[in-house]
Nanobody, 122 residues
Framework: VQLVESGGGLVQAGGSLRLSCAAP????????MGWFRQAPGKERERVAS????????HYADSVKGRFTISRDDAKKTVYLQMNSLEPEDTAVYYC????????????????WGQGTQVTVSS
């Protein structure tokens, strides 16, 4: 699966960013999509997931109420709106698709995109 993330940048604490992930493959509309992040020295973690039809979303506790995931099947793009950003949100953000499920991304593909860097200054 091809994944191209964009939209990262440097922002002050309390600011907002909107990330985009283009996934132009033929299976985009059939599977759950998710956003992950990896901070220096830490393991990659899932922060948000959205079902194939957009009806079900799941968020990590650390971002609940601040981040919103959405998808546009016509554009084969998934978004992550990030508000009230905190320095702890600093990481490289990646998207991925579940290999099996249409509900939640628990088994992402082995291949990852380049990610997009988000840096939040205090």
């Amino acid at each position: 699966v091809q994944l191209v993330e964009s939209g990262g940048g440097l922002v002050q604490a309390g600011g907002s960013l909107r990330l985009s992930c283009a996934a132009p493959g033929p299976t985009f509309s059939s599977y759950a999509m998710g956003w992950f992040r990896q901070a220096p020295g830490k393991e990659r973690e899932r922060v948000a997931s959205i079902s194939w039809d957009g009806a079900y979303t799941h968020y990590a506790d650390s971002v609940k109420g601040r981040f919103t995931i959405s998808r546009d099947d016509a554009k084969k793009t998934v978004y992550l709106q990030m508000n009230s950003l905190e320095p702890e949100d600093t990481a490289v953000y990646y998207c991925n698709q579940d290999r099996f499920s249409g509900v939640v991304v628990s088994h992402p593909h082995d291949s990852w995109g380049q990610g997009t860097q988000v840096t939040v200054s205090s």
